[in-house]
């Protein structure tokens, strides 16, 4: 009794509990967008249906293209809407014959499933689906088996507003899809399936904001693949830090990858006493600065990098001071700073930060953590490990004051 009962549960591992594991919640092998290009995908599930219609009038308003993953049973209902995103230039995708989970599909039924989603939008649009996102991502060791078989791409997401519960609105969508919002991203929001009112009136500011952030709205196939699965990983992981930590990306003024990003912590060293006379006591409000890791990317693309590196820091300090004193989140900070280990630390200093020596277990883990971050992201790779490895993390602060009054400017240059 216990052994088949064994056997049952070692075969639904096998089918459903490991491939879901390894390419629905790792995302291994789908498809994710590289971050050395200024392109975010937006993406549409469930539909077509009701509100589908409002959305492509929204994306034909601003210009921007899409992919939409359709339910080939509710295409049947809706085939004008898909005559209308061919025309308007957007993609089509398969998100299933029928709205259904992987895990309730036996072996067999898998092949026919995607195929006949397959050739009943082929049928009713003209064109043949080459991209395939199952349900709720939900996958069985058949899925990916049917899915290489038929030469289709697996698309997932890396940025999910989660615009289908109840309670979302059209502000919370904007807020976690432009938060998120990085070079490469795909964005999966809804058509369909409920009520898509807070989606519909979400998407033109979305646009409107991502595209400040120099990224263009691309369908899938536009959208070019990340081929290092090692980046492919830190993605997955950075992302789930700034959602947990409510990072803020930083807008550049001069367009293309912003340089900082931003999070509100308590200031968490001992008292210091900076070069203006200004003390930061442990526990007062503190900006986190981040460098953003496709501009890092970019940064290091000569042997110029560090004084490329320097300029990029000073432009964007503009947008920093500007962006505090408009966002309330921010009101209540004493300073801005963070560890780093760039070497141009003398220049730095010019900047108006000052240079606080890092120790104890902190100093290591950020120095390892910014090892790392810079063989991932550095243009030459590991190769350059042996010079971070004389590098060492410093803490770089600049109170409040000392910001506003070097770098506050009356308007923002982008939005003037």
């Known amino acids: 009794m216990w052994g088949v009962l064994g056997g049952i549960v070692l075969l639904w591992a096998i089918f459903y509990l490991v491939p879901d594991l390894i390419w629905h919640h790792l995302q291994w092998k789908a498809m994710l967008g590289t971050r050395d290009h200024h392109q975010i995908a937006l993406t549409f599930d469930d539909g077509p249906g009701p509100d589908t219609a409002k959305i492509l009038e929204v994306l034909r308003t601003h210009n921007a293209h899409a992919t939409f993953f359709v339910v080939a049973e509710r295409a049947r209902h809706y085939p004008e809407l898909l005559h209308e995103m061919v025309r308007d230039g957007h993609e089509i995708g398969l998100h299933g014959y029928q709205h259904r989970s992987m895990y309730l599909f036996w072996p067999w039924s898998v092949y026919r499933e995607i195929q006949h989603g397959l050739d009943t939008i082929e049928a009713i649009a003209g064109v043949r689906p080459v991209s395939y996102r199952p349900p709720w991502g939900h996958h069985n060791l058949m899925t990916w088996i049917i899915a290489q078989r038929l030469g289709l791409r697996r698309v997932l997401w890396t940025i999910a507003p989660d615009d289908w519960k109840a309670g979302k609105t059209a502000q919370t969508i904007e807020h976690d899809v432009v938060q998120l919002a990085h070079p490469g991203a795909i964005v999966v929001m809804h058509d369909a399936g409920g009520n898509r009112e807070a989606t519909v009136q979400a998407l033109g500011p979305i646009i409107d904001k991502v595209r400040n952030l120099g990224l263009n709205p691309v369908t899938i196939s536009e959208l070019d693949r990340e081929k290092s699965e090692l980046r ?28 900082l990003r931003l999070g509100l912590i308590k200031y968490p060293f001992k008292p210091t006493v900076l070069s203006t006379g200004r003390i930061i006591s442990r526990g007062q409000w503190m900006g986190e600065i981040h460098f953003g890791n496709p501009a890092l990317s970019q940064l290091s693309s000569s042997r110029a990098g560090g004084l490329r590196a320097f300029h990029a820091v000073l432009r964007s300090l503009t947008d920093l001071a500007n962006f505090v004193s408009e966002s309330e989140k921010y009101q209540d900070i004493v300073v801005v700073g ?39 992201y550095h243009a030459d790779g590991w190769s350059t490990l042996k010079r971070f490895l004389r590098l060492k993390p410093v803490l770089l602060l600049m109170d409040r004051d000392t910001l506003m009054s070097r770098y506050l400017r009356s308007s923002n240059p982008r939005r003037a």
């Not at 807008?251 to 990858?257: E, H, W």
């Not at 280990?341 to 902190?362: H, M, N, Q, Y």
């Open 232 to 259: 492919r990983w830190w993605t997955w992981w950075e992302i789930r830090f700034t959602r947990q930590w409510d990072i803020d990306t930083i807008p550049s003024s001069l367009g293309g990858d912003p340089v």
């Open 338 to 376: 963070g560890i780093t280990l760039l070497d141009a630390s003398s220049a730095i200093e010019k900047l108006g930060f000052d240079r606080i020596p890092v120790s104890g277990t902190r100093k290591w883990s950020m120095w390892f953590y910014l090892i790392i971050l810079m063989a991932i």
